[in-house]
């Protein structure tokens, strides 16, 4: 009898990350915010919005469901209410979710929101997110607070609006280092 000895190849794959990578990303960026919205001084009254940017460039990265998305916006309203300076902070767990769900939805659209070889979908999903949860932000507290329609129109609503568009150019310079990041492989090669 022929003693044979047969070589074994093992085939070693770097780890991708796994099913819940989008869990680790999204909490770090959320953190990323939470520390950026303590310490970016206010400029004219207006401050940009950092926890809508990091879960805009979130899910731009990692394109959750609706319900993790419902999710990530329900996180990113829980933190910032002890950091919210708004006279009503808790409007910010209605309002991010919907800011979060706009974006997944505007995410998984099927359209090219491409220029020029650039992909300006992080800056469009964040602009009208940052809008759709400002203008829900906003009313809520003027409901809850009773406010004068003139403050709302007046003094309100043009800061959602200027935020809006500080958001999308924020994120849009943020979203390619860390698409970068994000798709890096650890490859040192």
Not at 51 to 73: F, H, K, S, V
Not at 140 to 169: D, G, R
């Amino acid at each position: 009898m022929e003693n044979k000895q047969q070589e074994e190849m093992v085939t070693y794959t770097q780890a991708q990350g796994g099913n819940y990578r989008w869990v680790t990303v999204t909490t770090l960026l959320l953190a990323i915010g939470a520390i950026l919205k303590l310490v970016t001084p206010s400029v004219g009254g207006i401050t940009p919005n950092w926890m809508i940017a990091m879960y805009c460039i979130a899910i731009n990265l990692t394109r959750p469901t609706l319900g993790q998305a419902a999710g990530i916006g329900l996180v990113a309203g829980a933190v910032q209410i002890p950091l919210s300076k708004s006279a009503f902070p808790y409007g910010n767990l209605l309002s991010e979710p919907v800011g979060a769900i706009i974006c997944a939805l505007i995410t998984h659209a099927a359209v090219n929101m491409t220029l020029g070889g650039y992909n300006l979908r992080p800056a469009l999903a964040t602009f009208i997110s940052t809008i759709a949860s400002g203008l829900t932000f906003i009313t809520v507290m003027k409901l809850v607070l009773s406010l004068p329609m003139s403050v709302f129109l007046y003094a309100m609503l043009p800061v959602v609006f200027v935020v809006a568009v500080v958001n999308m150019i924020l994120t849009q310079l943020l979203y390619f280092p860390a698409q970068k990041l994000f798709n890096s492989r650890g490859n040192n090669e």
